[in-house]
């Protein structure tokens, strides 16, 4: 595949842009989350009185300036019906982060060497949905021409390419909850062995909607004990959780190899310095004994990165407040870490946001680096009890200035689909 | 302008976001108004929804204009 050979090449993070419960901007969004708020709420985008699960996190409504959404500000009301919700907050996602990292090439050359690869769990559900319904209805001639163009996930890619005029790869990650990081490391590997110079990565998604919330209450995922406390439903590792909290949103950024960016004097925010994926080969939903399959994925991301455990100083965690899933990670931390978990940092920012599932990936790795440049580990709301204690600092309830040089991402998807990624602070 | 033509109007400035002051009789969906191919399929099933009629796929490819579309429909509604 090689015949010329070839060595990998550096890959730096030059752009970064957010769409979440906690609202709109990079900037505003980990403010809110360093002060501790939550974005999760009472969903009041549909009649939620059938469904056990009545919470969400869920895009803020309002206007750009104040950090919240209003479509029409981003995207033309003529376009609009042409993208189902998810690909809206991934273009939304793509204009910040495009235009953090200053990079707008001018000749083909350019345009060609940069590359799109924005994924999602489940796509344009909500605009499937509705389809469906004139289907059942026998109107299947009022089925919109832009109904597929508009559910498929690779249309986000699609998209944002045809927005800016980057013709280099254009791909698309779907492994569920696992979907930001896949999409982030894929991207970072097309960069280091050669098919582009730049790559827009990420995960976008909006499931939250009557199926959406419908399918993962009848799998009995989310929690129902909190509806009247919306902000304490998320609660990874405290004996009190019940199950996650749906959220919608999208992560997005700008990878580029660390040359060109010194070159061009792009800021760079961090490097990309290791990546490890694996399967379960276990179970639909439910992770492996003592996640053995995260074990796995973490100990290949270090070795790719070249890093010992007791070099990594904080762990974004996959952390969704399920019962199960959140102490096998943790098992899992604790044995690849083992003495070295003492200095390490561990936390949970499914706590203020929810589990942005396809998205939940990549505004996880924006978390962390942002950990890394301000060297501060970000809190895992809601944490008043563990349901076990641990060596590891789960960063309960405040966030903690702490030394954080590199800093590791995990998610995890069903169908027992791992990935971790690693960062370093920039070079 | 008749009804027809006033509301035949009003769904091309919707669904193509143009300037009410470019949908003349003459201008084309494609050429003048910035439609592609397939929002004027959407636009042919929006005029369907709001004037109650049918228009087959084999006279659709001949609404080229604003002033085919209003033509057609009047033609339909026997206007």
């Given at each position: ?51 056990p ?62 590359g ?155 490097e ?52 199960l ?22 936390s ?8 942005l ?17 301000d ?9 008043e ?15 903690q200035?702490?030394?954080i ?17 690693v960062?370093?602070a920039?070079? | ?23 003349t ?55």
């Amino acid at each position: 595949m090689f015949q010329n050979g070839f060595s990998p090449r550096r890959v730096v993070v030059t752009g970064m842009g957010i769409a979440c419960p906690l609202g709109l901007g990079v900037e505003h969004v980990w403010k809110r989350m360093l002060a501790g708020e939550s974005g999760i709420g009472a969903i009041q985008s549909f009649d939620t009185s059938t469904l056990p699960a009545k919470i969400a996190g869920q895009v803020p409504a309002g206007t750009r300036a104040d950090g919240a959404l209003d479509i029409s500000e981003w995207i033309p009301v003529k376009d609009q019906k042409k993208m189902d919700r998810f690909i809206q907050l991934a273009l939304v996602a793509a204009e910040e982060a495009v235009a953090d990292s200053g990079w707008a090439p001018q000749d083909e050359e350019g345009r060609c060497r940069t590359g799109v690869m924005i994924g999602s769990g489940i796509g344009g559900l909500e605009t499937i949905d509705e389809a469906s319904r004139l289907a059942v209805q026998g109107k299947t001639k009022r089925i919109s021409p832009f109904f597929i163009p508009s559910a498929l996930i690779n249309l986000a890619s699609g998209q944002v390419s045809i927005k800016y005029g980057f013709k280099g790869p254009n791909h698309s990650v779907v492994t569920a909850c696992a979907t930001g990081v896949h999409a982030l490391g894929d991207a970072a590997r097309l960069i280091a062995l050669g098919d582009a110079d730049v790559m827009v990565a990420g995960g976008a998604e909006a499931a939250v909607c009557e199926l959406g919330v419908a399918g993962f209450c009848a799998a009995r995922a989310l929690s129902t004990g909190f509806n009247d406390t919306p902000q304490q439903a998320s609660r990874p590792w405290d004996e009190g959780r019940d199950g996650f909290v749906m959220g919608e949103g999208a992560g997005v950024v700008v990878l580029e190899e660390y040359e060109q960016a010194k070159r061009r004097g792009a800021k760079i925010y961090a490097e990309v310095i290791g990546y490890g994926m694996s399967g379960d080969a276990y179970h639909i939903t439910a992770p492996a004994e003592g996640h053995e399959g995260a074990f796995r994925a973490m100990t290949a991301a270090l070795r790719s990165a070249g890093v010992t455990p007791e070099q990594v100083q904080y762990v974004n965690a996959h952390g969704t407040s399920t019962p199960l899933g959140d102490d096998l990670e943790l098992e899992a931390v604790e044995r690849l870490w083992g003495e070295a978990g003492k200095g390490l940092a561990m936390s949970s920012t499914k706590s203020a946001i929810g589990h942005l599932l396809g998205a939940a990936g990549a505004v996880e790795g924006i978390f962390s680096v942002l950990a890394i440049r301000d060297k501060v580990a970000p809190p895992t709301l809601n944490l008043e009890k563990p349901s076990r204690e641990s060596i590891i600092d789960r960063v309960a309830l405040q966030a903690q200035p702490r030394k954080i040089d590199v800093a590791l991402s995990n998610s995890f998807g069903f169908g027992g689909t791992n990935a971790s990624i690693v960062f370093r602070a920039a070079p | 302008m008749s009804d027809t033509a006033e509301k035949v109007k009003k769904i091309v400035v919707e669904h193509l976001g143009v300037e009410e002051a470019k949908v003349t009789p003459e201008a084309s969906f494609i050429d003048d108004l910035g439609a592609d191919s397939l929002d004027t399929v959407e636009l042919v099933m929006a005029f369907e929804e709001a004037f109650g009629v049918e228009i087959p796929d084999d006279a659709a490819e001949k609404i080229t204009t604003v002033k085919d579309a209003i033509e057609y429909i009047e033609k339909q509604k026997g206007e």
